[in-house]
């Protein structure tokens, strides 16, 4: 449905608006603004021009936003008789009193001649004795007369059969009758004979906008909406379209939509494409071998206790994989002597057993690992990244997921130096909208030189650390590779990017899947 | 990662430079280890696993010295002499090795001991892998008797007071009782006999890995010299951990002495504090770096870096655990030449970018759905049995977790659907339809796989609103099947989770791809729904498969 125009200012109108208020006036609107030059009143309004109640009420309300007119509301209360009142001609007080005299007669004498009930009786012989108009004497059974007083009261009215006379003819307004009246109203309501009723009473003012207005000629045969049968008969010729108020807040419906941190994974994704990376992909769940040992991470390094890394099991007794036979004699060497690389090793017996621990890639590097190892020396130079979920074994909470995302990146080229790594860094984050990247020294055991990466948020101008990265060491690439080659690797935080992109200070918004915010989420635009 | 506190004063005054604050954070935290706080007395620092020389404030200060230049590569330290002799007898292969030293003229105050704990602390924790690899102890010279021996007893001949204790108790006891004893037992659980040290006079000086004797093993305010003893599994590693100890010590003003170990018929001087001599490979160190430094340059920053050189060979600090290899030296010179003064460069090399065919093809997919309007959700791949199975009406295998903390997310989930419809349940406030898609990984047990178990990737569609129904989610199926340019079956078939005869296997050339029908009632009342749910849920390895692209 498409609303009639609001006009907000009040400021007199040059005759360019009049017209733009008269071309964006509702069908009911027309139908009903020659009426309000001669009737103010809304019941006269409804009554003559024959339109609904409700349509005569909505098109006077959107006339009233327009300041084309004031809807006055009054509220009276009206004093009314009840049923059981209207059934009297008369009180029964007078019906009663007409029948006393001063001489002595009994409740039966006075209801077998006025037919009114028990309870009627009792309760007007009471209020005539409250009055003092009568005399209650008490023999064999109690005998009643009217006395002076009562006297008077046969050729004079009370105050509470004035009102009720008047009531009889007409409803009276309570802010009309007197204060002496008052208390015979008082004394009526109490008595279960009137009510009040809250009555509403509508009454239109035209403004000066309103005047001008209802002077104007206005077309009633406008075209509301453009259907098939007026294309068909070319209506749309001979008459003119309402206009609307192209302004108005429409009601708002939801798109189909990525999830917000797909949208940035496929942009992240995206810039490595663009910077000439492969992808890869691979297992969730793998052995400590390419995990860990691959990656020449000592067999007692802490990282593989269970406090840490999500371990396939039952019971805190862990399931076991199978190891590539030729790969893991050479790193076996490696970590026991390190092998041909020309390092000394960690020393100590490499068991397979810890191996063979099955366990939730606690890092994306592990593809990188996998993919070293099936790199053959005419495919260098080769660049790879991955941007993959992995798990760390931690209660879940606002500053800790167990379940996330990390980019990994690899640069096997035999010219590849510390310089090109920071090169490689300073240009994805760059295309993140990080205008600076900064390096410190840092420790990874994989990595001989490692840094932190920290990069530069000009929106909120702050440094923040957002991975680590490296040069593999050549423990780590020989037994890969089959060679020598030095491989810049890297390895961010997915997750950090994208709350700061998205202001969100809880992780668990972001996995938190509350659909109203997915509807409402911005989309990831670099 | 371990933290220590150093006290600042003390720090600057070792170093003999004046830093403000800044000049902390900036400057020290470019040498290779983390400034997390600086403020009025102390400076909290954290240190890399691989140099726990620096987790005292006297290798820091050592280290901070030739790196700012108030002083120039290697620190020497004289050991003297002596006629200490430790014996190592009937040791536990669990537990062979005992490396040991003495030194003298040390002035422990309050803020001294409290540095020598902390060493001792964070040295057991990290480098010594919280006590599992060896265990470092220190002892008033005085209070012993040398010949000293390192040998092993029943825990039930062993009794002495442990450190801070009221009494005379068995080793058994210790292991129960003492809080230490609690803490490390788990080193020594299932051991016949347990490792000791025992002096002369048959006093028992300590429990190596887990706790000193009160008596004898001590240090106060009082004590000039000390025995100092580093036992565990790996002699390299023991060794390491004591010329740190002992470097400590010596930086701290004493003077250090050797003793002589008697291993049967082999001896040992220990310490050792002579550098090794590694050759410098100049070529590669600049390689790696991308530099072209002169082998002078190289020397130069070698040397800040507190390494001695002779001959363009390097001299490695005793207390260096992690030297191994030459990228170690070339590490050292990046960072005595500044992370910060190499001058990025990307390198002009042609490589071919590809993305993963298989990741495309779910983009593709993706679109197609928010193309009906669907709303796509990203469930973690960890759930609860309960919610797989239980909840959903039926019961299906799920690979399990060892050690999961959560207990909400214990096992590796086998179906998504579960995944979506646990996502209606928490939305019911909001506005439906609640029409939803999610891509998840499932695990199966599968001994064909190098791991055991097998992954694919799944797509899982909830349609959540009062009318939903069978045809509605068939028109998405059928949408996703056209696209792909496939025809598909179904199969009607009884599954406890859909309403029976609403329910559905789909194929393609006889390849079953998953399920499609109207979720059970009981199932939505088990998750407090309200409104009907149709769903579906494709294999999506097994279509990319059928596409041969």
Redesign the interface.
């Known amino acids: 449905m498409n609303y009639p125009k609001t006009y907000k200012s009040n400021n007199c109108r040059n005759f360019m608006e009049i017209k733009g208020l008269v071309n964006t006036l509702h069908s009911l609107e027309r139908k009903l603004i020659p009426f309000l030059d001669k009737y103010s009143n809304f019941n006269e309004i409804v009554k003559n021009s024959g339109m609904q109640e409700i349509e005569v009420m909505r098109s006077l309300q959107w006339l009233e936003n327009k300041q084309v007119l004031k809807i006055e509301t009054k509220e009276t209360k009206l004093i009314l008789l009840t049923d059981k009142a209207k059934v009297y001609k008369e009180l029964p007080e007078r019906i009663i009193i007409n029948n006393l005299s001063e001489k002595d007669t009994t409740l039966e004498k006075i209801k077998e001649k006025t037919k009114l009930s028990d309870i009627e009786v009792n309760a007007t012989i009471g209020l005539l004795k409250k009055k003092a108009a009568i005399e209650i004497t008490k023999d064999q059974t109690l005998k009643i007369r009217l006395n002076e007083e009562g006297k008077k009261l046969q050729s004079k009215k009370t105050i509470e059969e004035e009102l009720f006379n008047k009531l009889l003819k007409n409803n009276l307004e309570l802010d009309s009758i007197k204060d002496l009246e008052k208390l015979a109203f008082e004394n009526l309501r109490s008595r279960g004979l009137l009510t009040i009723n809250l009555s509403k009473e509508r009454s239109i003012k035209l403004t000066d906008l309103g005047k001008q207005l209802v002077k104007e000629k206005i077309d009633t045969n406008i075209i509301e909406s453009l259907t098939p049968a007026i294309i068909r008969n070319k209506e749309w010729k001979k008459r003119n379209f309402r206009g609307y108020d192209i302004k108005i807040n429409v009601p708002s419906i939801?798109?189909?939509?990525?999830?917000f941190?797909?949208q940035s994974i496929?942009y992240i994704?995206r810039i490595?494409?663009?910077?000439?990376?492969?992808?890869?992909?691979g297992?969730?769940?793998?052995?400590a071998f390419w995990d860990l040992d691959a990656l020449f991470v000592p067999q007692?390094h802490?990282a593989r206790d269970?406090?840490d890394t999500?371990?396939?099991?039952?019971?805190?007794?862990?399931?076991?994989?199978?190891l590539?036979e030729e790969l893991s004699k050479k790193i076996k060497e490696v970590h026991e002597n390190?092998w041909t690389?020309?390092?000394?090793?960690w020393?100590?017996k490499w068991k397979p057993e810890i191996a063979k621990e099955?366990l939730?890639r606690t890092h994306t590097t592990v593809l990188s690992a996998r993919t070293l190892s099936k790199l053959k020396k005419e495919d260098i130079?080769?660049?790879f990244f991955a941007v993959g979920?992995v798990?760390r074994?931690?209660?879940?909470d606002w500053k800790h997921l167990?379940?996330f995302y990390q980019v990994d990146g690899i640069v096997i080229?035999p010219?590849?130096?510390?310089?090109?790594l920071?090169?490689?860094?300073?240009?994805f984050f760059r295309k993140m909208g990080y205008t600076d990247?900064?390096?410190?020294?840092?420790?990874f055991g994989y990595t001989?030189?490692?840094?932190?990466i920290f990069a530069y948020n000009p929106i909120k101008r702050q440094w923040v650390e957002v991975g680590g990265s490296g040069?593999f060491?050549?423990?780590v690439t020989k037994p890969l590779l089959g060679f020598e080659c030095?491989v810049l690797a890297w390895g961010i935080g997915m997750e950090r990017i994208a709350t700061s992109y998205y202001n969100i200070s809880d992780l668990r918004q972001?996995?938190g899947?509350?659909?109203?915010m997915?509807?409402e989420v911005k989309e990831f635009i670099k | 990662m371990p933290t220590i506190n150093i006290n600042k004063k003390e720090f600057l005054k070792n170093i003999g430079k004046k830093l403000t604050d800044e000049d902390i954070e900036e400057k020290i935290?470019?040498?290779?280890v983390?400034v997390e706080e600086v403020n009025d007395n102390e400076i909290i620092i954290e240190v890399?696993?691989?140099?726990p020389d620096l987790l005292s404030q006297y290798g820091l200060a050592r280290a901070a010295s030739t790196f700012l230049g108030t002083s120039k590569g290697l620190k020497k330290y004289n050991v003297n002499k002596s006629n200490y002799i430790v014996k190592v007898e009937n040791t536990l292969e669990n537990w062979p090795y005992a490396v040991c030293a003495v030194v003298k003229d040390l002035k422990f105050n309050d803020e001294k001991i409290k540095e020598i704990i902390q060493l001792q602390e964070k040295i057991g924790v990290t480098f010594l892998?919280n006590r599992?690899?060896g265990g470092p102890g220190l002892y008033p010279l005085e209070k012993i008797k040398f010949p000293i021996k390192f040998t092993s007893e029943l825990p039930n001949k062993i009794i002495y007071r442990p450190l801070e204790y009221p009494k005379t108790i068995s080793a058994t006891e210790i292991l129960e009782k003492h809080p230490t004893g609690i803490k490390y037992k788990h080193i020594v659980e299932g051991w016949k006999k347990l490792p000791i040290f025992i002096d002369a006079k048959n006093q028992i000086m300590s429990m190596p890995p887990i706790v000193n004797s009160h008596d004898v093993g001590k240090i106060t305010e009082d004590t000039r010299d000390v025995f100092v003893e580093v036992t565990g599994?790996?002699f390299?590693?023991i060794n390491t951990a004591l010329n740190i100890f002992v470097s400590a010590l010596a930086d701290m003003g004493g003077r250090v002495y050797s003793t002589k170990l008697i291993y049967g018929k082999k001896t040992y001087l220990t310490p050792n504090l002579n550098p090794e001599k590694v050759k410098i490979d100049f070529n590669y160190i600049n390689?790696?770096?991308?530099?072209e430094l002169n082998n002078k340059q190289i020397c130069f920053l070698l040397e800040k870096m507190g390494f001695g050189i002779k001959n363009n060979t390097a001299l490695v600090p005793a207390y260096r655990a992690d030297i191994?290899?030459?990228?170690?030296l070339?590490?050292d010179v990046?960072?005595a030449y500044g992370?910060?003064n190499?001058?990025?460069?990307?390198?002009k090399?042609?490589?071919?970018?590809?993305?993963?065919k298989?990741?495309i093809f779910k983009?593709k997919l993706?679109n197609i759905?928010?193309?009906?309007?669907?709303?796509?959700?990203?469930?973690?791949?960890?759930t609860s049995k309960e919610n797989q199975t239980s909840k959903m009406n039926t019961n299906i295998k799920n690979?399990?977790?060892?050690?999961?903390?959560?207990e909400e997310?214990n096992v590796?989930r086998a179906w998504v659907i579960p995944s979506l419809i646990q996502?209606l349940k928490?939305?019911k406030h909001?506005?439906y339809p609640?029409n939803?898609f999610?891509f998840g990984?499932v695990?199966k047990n599968d001994e064909t796989k190098?791991?055991?178990?097998s992954?694919s990737t799944r797509l899982a569609i909830n349609l959540c609103h009062s009318t939903t129904n069978f045809t509605e989610i068939k028109q998405v199926l059928d949408v996703i099947i056209k696209a792909l340019d496939l025809k598909y079956d179904i199969r009607e078939i009884e599954h406890q989770s859909f309403i029976s005869g609403r329910v559905g296997r789909i194929s393609i050339r006889d390849v079953n791809l998953g399920y499609i029908g109207e979720i059970h009632p009981q199932v939505l009342e088990n998750f407090n729904l309200e409104n009907p749910v149709a769903a579906l849920e494709l294999n999506l390895n097994e279509l990319f498969r059928l596409l041969n692209i």
Do not use: C
């Open positions: 939801n798109r189909g939509k990525r999830h941190v797909d496929e994704k490595w494409l663009d910077l000439g990376f492969k992808e890869m992909t297992n969730h769940v793998d052995t007692d802490p269970m406090q999500f371990f396939v099991g039952h019971n805190r007794v862990i399931s076991k994989g199978k590539p390190g690389t020309g390092s000394k090793g020393g100590g099955l939730l130079p080769a660049k979920k798990y074994n931690e209660a879940l167990f379940e080229d010219d590849a130096n510390l310089r090109n920071k090169g490689y860094l300073k240009e990247v900064k390096i410190k020294p840092s420790f001989g030189i490692s840094a932190e040069i060491r050549p423990e030095p972001i996995y899947n509350d659909l109203k997915l509807r | 935290s470019m040498m290779g983390a890399f696993p691989n140099r892998r599992k690899k599994t790996d390299k590693t390689k790696r770096i991308g530099l191994i290899h030459q990228v170690d070339a590490e990046a960072i992370f910060d190499l001058k990025e460069e990307i390198p090399v042609a490589t071919i970018a590809e993305e993963d298989f990741e983009r993706a759905l928010v193309g009906l309007n669907l709303l796509e959700v990203h469930t973690y791949n960890l690979v399990e977790l060892a050690n999961s903390l959560n997310y590796l996502i928490e939305n909001h506005e609640q939803i999610g990984t695990f190098e791991t055991n178990i992954e």
